[in-house]
């Protein structure tokens, strides 16, 4: 069974930073590329970066360019994203997602997280 299970979200102040891990079990995690995403209440679900599976491409929404870093450990099946200059326009539950999608970046997502909520106040 497949799992991405996301941590480390939570409250924190604008201009803040939070650092979000998303741990895979039941899959090669190597063969992916990995992607996170947010939903804002009442909003789609939208891209904001993605990773390459051996971490020699990165992707980023232009909201979150210079400011967000997406990186990964394969030996620790582990996906992260370091949030800095949080603002309240940050505020979403965040998923991880992983791909094993040959395009770039990935148009097809096999693989999704539960979610973590991520909240900055003003």
């Known amino acids: 069974q497949v799992q991405l299970v996301e941590s480390g979200g939570g409250l924190v102040q604008a201009g803040g930073s939070l650092r979000l891990s998303c741990a895979a079990s039941?899959?090669?995690?190597?063969?992916?590329?990995s992607s996170w995403f947010r939903q804002a209440p009442g909003k789609p679900r939208e891209f904001v970066t993605s990773i390459s599976w051996r971490s020699d491409t990165t992707y980023y929404a232009n909201s979150v360019k210079g400011r967000f870093t997406i990186s990964r450990d394969n030996a620790k099946n582990t996906v992260y994203l370091q949030m800095n200059s949080l603002n309240p326009e940050d505020t979403a539950v965040y998923y991880c997602?992983?791909?094993?999608?040959?395009?770039?970046?990935?148009?097809?997502?096999?693989?999704w997280g539960q979610g973590t909520q991520v909240t900055v106040s003003s």
């Open positions: 997602e992983a791909s094993g999608d040959s395009n770039w970046p990935p148009l097809k997502h096999d693989y």
């Open positions: 039941g899959i090669t995690f190597s063969g992916y590329a």
